[in-house]
């Protein structure tokens, strides 16, 4: 008898769990109460200067890399344009951010000219070399000069996930390079619907 009322008990606590609401599964991190990467004080490609708040109501990306990466950036900004055309007439709602690592060479008209390899609507944004170590040590974004044969053709190491904020402008997850453009579509996907 014990044991048919303890399995009745159990029975109705997993019914019980099924009717809540369960947290959202994503498949990028969910960093979501992160006590870091809150704001950014930047200045667009066009002069504007800009920060989380101005994109109020739209899904953010920012992706931290440089004008002259050969592969993991591009890749990650296409990917990005990828996830846009998914949404379909939700497109409008997602915002990508480039954020320079190479101040030096990436001048608003290189950062101009790169983003429209992409998605007119997005922005690369950049800051002065100092601003940069600032941003970057509140992001926990790695980067570093490596020295090529001539003092202009170094290239950056540095990190290669992107952020994503929700429709509030909070910190909720960090895609990692290389989870690709359907996984991404379903987490903004998913931080629409919640927003909605």
Not at 113 to 137: C, H, I, V
Request: with cysteine; glycine share 8%; aromatic share 10%.
């Amino acid at each position: 008898m014990l044991q048919r009322r303890t399995l009745l008990l159990l029975g109705a606590g997993a019914w019980l769990a099924a009717c809540t609401d369960t947290k959202p599964s994503f498949a990028a991190v969910d960093i979501t109460g992160a006590d870091y990467a809150k704001d950014f004080q930047l200045t667009d490609h066009n002069g504007q200067a800009r920060s989380l708040k101005d994109f109020k109501g739209k899904v953010v990306v920012v992706f931290f890399g440089f004008a002259q990466c050969p592969d993991v950036c591009p890749t990650s900004m296409a990917e990005l344009a990828q996830v846009k055309e998914a949404l379909g007439a939700d497109g409008d709602k997602l915002q990508g951010l480039f954020v320079t690592v190479d101040p030096e060479r990436d001048t608003p008209e290189v950062l101009k000219a790169y983003m429209a390899n992409f998605d007119p609507s997005f922005l690369a944004l950049r800051t002065s070399p100092e601003g940069l170590a600032a941003l970057a040590k509140d992001f926990k974004v790695y980067y570093k000069k490596v020295e090529g044969k001539t003092p202009t053709s170094y290239t950056m190491d540095h990190s290669a996930g992107s952020y994503v904020y929700d429709t509030q402008g909070r910190l909720r997850l960090y895609a990692r390079y290389g989870s690709g453009a359907e996984a991404l579509t379903a987490d903004v996907r998913q931080l629409l619907k919640q927003a909605g």
